[in-house]
């Protein structure tokens, strides 16, 4: 069975654009939760999807932006970056809720 | 709110030397507990969790993790590492009991296998 796929694995970026990262669950897994990782601010949870409805969200401004797909895939959106983005994001699937999580290789995302 | 302690940042040991890394966690509820691996530009596996039942948990790779109720912790063991395990480890908890996957994770602890 294939593993969470994020696409694209690298991205640079400047300020002020906006970007979007994709996320494949692994087959038959219907949760898909993102995390950002950071030398400074280490692994912080972003939010969670689960059938298409954000279910629980971290404390990150409205700039970060997320939705999941009737085939459980998901997208997250960034607008209006800022250098502080600059990051590793990562995606994890799980079966369902309250279940536990295998993530995907990850996006590095640089802001110039 | 939950909070996950990892008190070591660097472990050095030399190779077939035994290695713990510590990872203490506050919560108001019960929680259920991970430990993660991550390698270079890679993601994060899953080594072992401990959900419920026996406290000692095995996981992959020759780890095992001890959860202590009554110190809040789980620590992380292995009996004699290998070059391959240099990488950095994550704890982690979260408690399901709101629902969803919220995970928070620890601050990390590279360990450097040395021949």
């Known amino acids: 069975k294939a593993g969470v796929t994020q696409t694209p694995r690298y991205l640079i970026k400047t300020r002020g654009q906006q970007v979007t990262l994709s996320c494949s669950p692994i087959?038959?897994?219907?949760?898909v939760s993102w995390y950002q990782q950071t030398p400074g601010q280490g692994l912080q949870f972003l939010f969670e999807?689960?059938?298409?409805?954000?279910?629980n969200k971290g404390n990150f401004p409205g700039r970060f932006s997320g939705r999941q797909f009737s085939n459980s895939r998901s997208e997250m959106n960034v607008s209006t970056l800022e250098l502080g983005d600059s990051a590793l994001y990562l995606c994890a699937s799980s079966l369902r809720r309250n279940n536990e999580q295998f993530f995907g290789p990850g996006t590095r995302l640089t802001v110039l | 709110a939950q909070s996950v302690t990892q008190l070591d940042s660097q472990v050095p040991v030399f190779e077939e030397a035994p290695v713990e890394l510590r990872c203490n966690y506050s919560?108001?509820?019960?929680?259920?507990l991970f430990w993660y691996v991550q390698y270079p530009n890679q993601g994060l596996q899953l080594l072992l969790k401990y959900l419920s039942g026996s406290t000692l948990v095995k996981g992959i790779n020759g780890f095992e993790a001890e959860f202590n109720k009554s110190q809040t912790s789980f620590h992380l063991r292995k009996p004699s590492v290998h070059i391959s395990d240099t990488a950095e480890y994550f704890c982690?908890?979260?408690?399901?009991?709101?629902?969803?996957?919220?995970?928070?994770f620890g601050t990390g602890t590279q360990l450097k296998v040395e021949l």
């Open positions: 919560s108001s509820v019960s929680v259920y």
């Open positions: 982690a908890v979260s408690d399901f009991t709101g629902g969803g996957n919220k995970l928070t």
């Open positions: 087959s038959g897994h219907r949760s």
């Open positions: 999807y689960f059938s298409e409805t954000q279910r």
